[in-house]
């Protein structure tokens, strides 16, 4: 049960998009739609951006958009603001749960 | 609004086990899956595992030989044990619902060290 796949880093310009992979297996991304995204800033808990792929749950902005292809999980942060700078960790759950190692974005 | 807390030990000796409890409030325990995960100073999150409501529980096989998670309904709350910790242990455990988990505790930093 090896961990998902991310970049360690990522950065863009304010007002700019970046987009941050997720690669796992076909026994994981690829065969369900069970793909979450959080967000963590230092020192606070994960907050969760995107589930079930694409979802967004209520509060969290329409410049967060999740999506799929094959064994790759993606997130775009669209219109980037200071304040999207954290780490984004995205998570596969199959039964068990798997997270990949983390994309610290930096909003330049 | 559903709130988790953990509670426990700060600090544990090598060898020794680690518990810990998170408390549900403003919202019951019935009905819901309840993940553990850590974060070692510096790293990633890693799956601990989960228990549902009822009992049954599903632990990352890196760790599954010496965890457990119990779940007490009456108290609103669920627990975690892990046993023969080492320094390798030393995280900020959280607790959480569901395994796309909307609500997390805050974290407790928990020190392996003689």
């Known amino acids: 049960q090896s961990a998902l796949t991310q970049p360690p880093s990522a950065s863009g310009s304010l007002g700019q998009s970046v987009t941050i992979s997720c690669t796992g297996t076909r026994s994981d991304i690829g065969g369900y739609n069970y793909v979450s995204w959080y967000q963590q800033h230092p020192g606070k808990a994960p907050k969760l951006m995107i589930y079930e792929v694409s979802k967004r749950p209520s509060g969290v902005p329409d410049r967060f958009s999740g999506s799929k292809s094959g064994n790759t999980a993606s997130l775009t942060v669209s219109g980037l603001q200071s304040e999207d700078e954290a780490d984004y960790y995205c998570s596969s759950y199959i039964g068990s749960v798997l997270f990949g190692g983390g994309t610290k974005l930096t909003v330049l | 609004q559903v709130q988790l807390q953990e509670s426990g030990p700060g600090l544990v000796k090598p060898s020794e086990t680690l518990s810990l409890t998170c408390t549900v409030s403003g919202g019951s325990i019935s009905g819901y899956y309840w993940s553990w995960i850590r974060q070692p100073p510096g790293k990633g999150l890693e799956w601990i595992g989960y228990?549902?409501?009822?009992?049954?529980?599903n632990y990352n096989p890196s760790l599954e030989s010496r965890v457990t998670i119990s779940v007490d309904t009456s108290k609103n709350q669920f627990s975690l044990k892990l046993n023969s910790v080492t320094a390798a242990d030393t995280a900020v455990y959280f607790c959480?619902?569901?395994?796309?988990?909307?609500?997390w505790g805050q974290g407790t930093l928990v020190t392996v060290s003689s």
């Open positions: 959480a619902r569901d395994m796309s988990s909307l609500y």
């Open positions: 228990i549902y409501y009822s009992g049954s529980t």
